[in-house]
Structure formats: C-alpha cells, structure tokens
C-alpha cells in the first residue's frame, strides 16, 4: 500500500509501476495484456500512463464493463472513455470492446469471456467504488468464486449514485440499471493488479477494503488475497485507516 499526498503524485507512481508490469511482460512473452478501468479516479493514472514511451504496438487492451444498451458513442459509454483516453492516445496493438449494446448479450458476454481467457493477462487496473464494488461486482452479485469471466449485472442504487455523482449522467433516474461486468474471479486471473483510489469519498470504502472482513459484502476487500496487488491512496482516501495501517503504508511526501 502506499499513500501520496494528492492525486497528482498517486497518478504518476502508479502509472510507473503499470509501465513496469507491460515492460516486462513484453520482455518475457513479446506481447502484454491489460484491464483498463475506467471512471474519475483512473484519470490520473491513465493520463500519466500514456506519456510513458512503451511499445504500445505490443500492448493489448481490454475494458470492464458497460451499461446495456448503451452505444458506443454516448458520452457515458466506458467503451467511449477507453477509446478516448487510451487507444487514440498510444495506438495499442489491439483493444477490445464490451458491446453494451449487442443484440445478443448471452453471444457477447461469451465472446469476451473468451477473448479475455484465450491468454495471461498481465495486469488489471482495479479501482474501489463507494460501495465496495469493483469493476461493476456491487456487493449484492459480486462472488470471489464465480464460475463466470463475464456477467450480466443489475447496479444497486449506490452505483448509480456515484455515476450520477461524478458528472456522467444528469441524475440518479438517467443511469442504467444494468450493465455487463468482468467478475470478480475474471479480475483475479491478472497476474497484477494497481489500485489507484483517490478521493475522501472512497475512504470508508478503502477502510472496509483493507481493514474489514474479506468478504463480498466489500468486493474491494478481495485485493487482499492476490499476491501482487499495489493499492495507491492519497491522503483523503486513506484518511480513515487505522494508525496501525497507516504505519504499515509507504507514504511519500
């Protein structure tokens, strides 16, 4: 774990070790594999992770999640924040896409599972929501034991508070009540995981991830089982933390 002052600073040392993770799987297999999360909180890791100079054309890319019919040009599509912050920016070899909107959701979800299982995935991008959840695995279908990579989700209403909260939709009633999600056993398979979660409002959400029972009442709290897991705090999203925890953090100035 390790605690920074602002986001700014969080941004840029989880952005070097994400770097690091592609370099050397390029290294070792010629190609890397990554799960980009999207949403506000990514946004200084990803915006500091597309000036590091890769060999991007190595690089293959893969989203989370999308809300259900949903095209790939709205505003709030996670389809349209990758394209926009990630593939257009460094040109990766390959990116691929969850099609909230497919005609058959049952096909989609099985083509992206497959896609996701074919080969290692390097490294997963996981951030904390205010609930708990991650990628879309909100604590009431979230199972560190799913049989599936892919799911189809309904979002609890907290979720759709904070898409409504962090400026994506107009109000709680505009945001989907659905969504296709990556489980929490399809996040797991990444060898690495870098957790950037910034921000005073996901403390308590970091103090139950952390400090509380590991349990899918938190599906944050799973990082705690995976062996190479980088959880990056600021100081307002570690502000609840133990003295205990806190001490145990590398925390830079």
């Not at 774990?1 to 040392?13: E, F, K, S, V």
């Not at 989370?64 to 040009?73: S, T």
């Not at 990630?86 to 909107?101: F, R």
Request: net charge negative; charged share 25%.
């Amino acid at each position: 774990m390790h605690i920074y002052p602002d986001r700014a600073a969080l941004g840029a040392a989880a952005a070097e070790r994400a770097a690091q993770v592609l370099s050397q799987a390029i290294e070792k297999r010629q190609k890397a594999r990554v799960i980009v999360a999207t949403g506000n909180s990514q946004l200084p890791l990803v915006e500091a992770l597309v000036q590091h100079k890769l060999n991007w054309n190595a690089v293959e890319i893969f989203h989370m999640d999308e809300y259900v019919q949903m095209k790939a040009d709205h505003p709030a599509s996670f389809r349209l924040w990758i394209r926009t912050r990630v593939e257009e920016k460094v040109h990766p070899g390959k990116a691929n896409y969850l099609a909230g909107d497919a005609s058959d959701l049952d096909a989609e979800m099985k083509r992206y599972s497959q896609l996701l299982n074919a080969e290692p995935i390097d490294l997963a991008f996981v951030g904390f929501g205010e609930n708990g959840h991650i990628a879309f695995n909100d604590p009431h279908v979230a199972d560190f034991n799913d049989p599936a990579t892919v799911k189809l989700i309904t979002l609890d209403d907290a979720s759709r508070r904070q898409q409504a909260g962090e400026g994506h939709f107009k109000d709680i009633d505009s945001v989907p009540k659905e969504a296709m999600t990556v489980t929490c056993s399809g996040l797991f398979r990444a060898e690495n995981w870098v957790c950037c979660v910034p921000e005073r409002r996901k403390a308590e959400a970091v103090r139950n991830a952390l400090e509380g029972p590991i349990s899918e009442s938190c599906p944050a709290s799973l990082v705690r089982r995976h062996r190479h897991a980088d959880v990056y705090l600021d100081a307002e999203s570690s502000s609840l933390l133990s003295p205990a925890i806190r001490g145990a953090a590398v925390t830079r100035p």
